[in-house]
């Protein structure tokens, strides 16, 4: 038994997934020279992304947890240094790690709100 090509009608080889002459696919589903380019997933490193998460708060926060512990204020202007690294993970290639620069942004805006309003209450 031969595979005939429905396209140039040449006779193939039995074994043969694609026309010899014409190149066309001789079984369904198979596609010639058409490579599924699939770009692969970041490996979001779990354990980085969470102490990003713990390094964010630490730093925007610190003016009103340290207000908080030790009536110490003047820490407002330092939670400034917060928003270093969610405007880092923003500009990442990577939609997975974008986003938690955006979450990671917002919790330090509010952060740094609650800093400056202790430093200056
Ligand atoms: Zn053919």
């Known amino acids: 038994m031969s595979r005939i090509c ?10 043969y997934d694609f026309c010899a002459k014409c190149g066309n696919p001789l079984i369904e589903g198979v596609q010639p020279n058409n490579f599924v380019v699939v ?10 992304i969470l102490l ?13 947890l340290m207000s908080i512990i030790s009536k110490h204020s003047n820490f407002g202007f330092f939670a400034f240094f917060g928003f270093f690294i969610p405007f880092y993970l ?21 952060g740094v709100v609650l800093s400056l309003y202790v430093l200056f209450k």
Not at 8 to 15: A, G, I, L, P, S
Not at 39 to 48: E, F
């Open 6 to 15: 429905f396209k140039c009608n040449f006779e193939n080889q039995d074994d």
């Open 90 to 110: 923003i500009q990442a290639p990577f939609r997975e790690i974008r986003i938690h620069g955006y979450i990671q942004l917002f919790i330090s805006v509010i």
């Open 52 to 64: 990003s998460y713990i390094v964010t708060i630490l730093l925007s926060w610190s003016g009103f």
């Open 39 to 48: 770009r692969a997933k970041p490996r979001v490193n779990k354990g980085i």
